[in-house]
């Protein structure tokens, strides 16, 4: 049954997790949002291709009904870029990639020089990339506390070298308003290619002062970039 049949107007915004992560971890978000009235849902992706995670992304905004705003974190920059379906009506990025057409996901994770703490992320003999433990206190998410980077360690979920190595589609920040959170002390994505990124896109920007994940560590100000833009749409 759709969740929101009743309401063909509403306005919803659709999550999508990153590598080494669930949806879990926009538990903070999702409740402001409740909280504020607007609703959302978190879209499980398998990070087991660029493709496959799309066609989830797909399947989940399927169960909505109405105009989204459709938002990622990280790696799922990417996948929100290759989305296609028809309802989404505006794109969040949170410290997020966004690679252009013809470009991989890897090209803009390594356009600039890592952070002096960034991990070194090398697939396992299955072609599995898991983040170091360690590396979720020191780069993933600094500010956060030790029973959150205990629990993110746990429920890490790997993500395959084929993520990163496809060449994505036309993005779809070339046609739809779009909103970047760029996390000014991130330690896994150079900042300076978050603004380069969100410079060439076009989007609405805002800069905070937040590690790679302020989905966990600063909810409120990922609340608030997705507040704008969902109350953007039909304006």
Known sequence: MNPHSNSPNIRTVVLVHGAWADGSSWSRVICD?????????????????LDDDVNAVTRAIDRTEGPVVLAGHAYAGGVIGATSHPRVQALVYVAALAP??????????????????????EP????????????FATAFA??????????????????????????????????????F?????????????Q??????????TRIHEVDHAPLITRPEVVTEVLSEAA?????
């Open 181 to 193: 959170l760029i996390a000014d002390e991130d330690r896994m994505i150079n900042p300076d290619t």
């Open 124 to 135: 396992d003999n299955d072609g599995w990339i898991w983040l170091p433990t360690s590396a």
């Open 33 to 49: 949002l409740q909280q504020s009235g607007v609703a959302v849902t978190a879209a499980p992706i398998p990070l087991t291709s």
């Open 100 to 121: 252009d057409e013809g470009e991989t996901v890897a090209d803009v994770f390594y356009r600039d020089p890592p952070h002096p703490q960034a991990p070194e992320l």
């Open 142 to 179: 600094q500010h956060a506390t030790a029973q959150e980077h205990a629990v993110l360690a746990a429920v890490q979920r790997p993500i395959a070298v084929a993520c990163i190595q496809e060449p994505v589609p036309r993005p779809r920040w070339k046609d739809v308003p779009t909103w």
């Open 231 to 235: 109350q953007s749409l039909g304006h």
């Open 195 to 204: 603004k380069f990124m969100a410079e060439r896109s076009h989007a609405h």
